[in-house]
C-alpha cells in the first residue's frame, strides 16, 4: 500500500521545539522531490521547505529558515526539525512527495504553539 505518514506533532511553548517526521511506505522518499507544507485553518496551504529529488540543499520559506531544518533519514523518511518555535507556526504540517508522476500527501499533523 502506497502511504505518506507524518508525526511528531503536538503543543509546545513559544521558543520549543518539536521534530515531525515524514515515513513513506510503498515507495522512496529518497528518489522523491519532497516538500513541508503548512496550513492555518481558513488559509490557503503554505510551502515550508522543499528538497528536490537529487538535491542536498533544502529551500526554505523565508518564514522559517534559520530555524526550520529539513533532512533525509533513510530511504523512507525525512524530518523537519522545527525549533525556536513561534505563535504564528500553529498549524496542520503535511508532507508532499512527488514520485515519478505520482503526487502523493501525508495526512498532516497538528502543531500548537502557545502558552
Known amino acids: 500500500q502506497v502511504q505518506l505518514v507524518e508525526s511528531g506533532g503536538g503543543m509546545v511553548q513559544p521558543g520549543g521545539s518539536l521534530r515531525l517526521s515524514c515515513t513513506a511506505s510503498?515507495?522512496?522518499?529518497?528518489?522523491?522531490?519532497v516538500s513541508w507544507y503548512r496550513q492555518i485553518s481558513g488559509k490557503e496551504r503554505e510551502l515550508v521547505a522543499h528538497?528536490?529529488?537529487?538535491?542536498?540543499?533544502p529551500n526554505y520559506a523565508d518564514s522559517v529558515k534559520g530555524r526550520f531544518t529539513f533532512s533525509r533519514d533513510n530511504a523512507y523518511t525525512v524530518y523537519l526539525q522545527m525549533n525556536s518555535l513561534k505563535p504564528e507556526d500553529t498549524a496542520v504540517y503535511y508532507c508532499?512527495?512527488?514520485?515519478?508522476?505520482?503526487?502523493?500527501w501525508g495526512q498532516g499533523t497538528q502543531v500548537t504553539v502557545s502558552l
Open positions: 510503498g515507495f522512496m522518499l529518497s528518489s522523491s522531490a
Open positions: 528538497i528536490t529529488t537529487t538535491g542536498t540543499t
Open positions: 508532499k512527495a512527488v514520485h515519478w508522476l505520482n503526487t502523493y
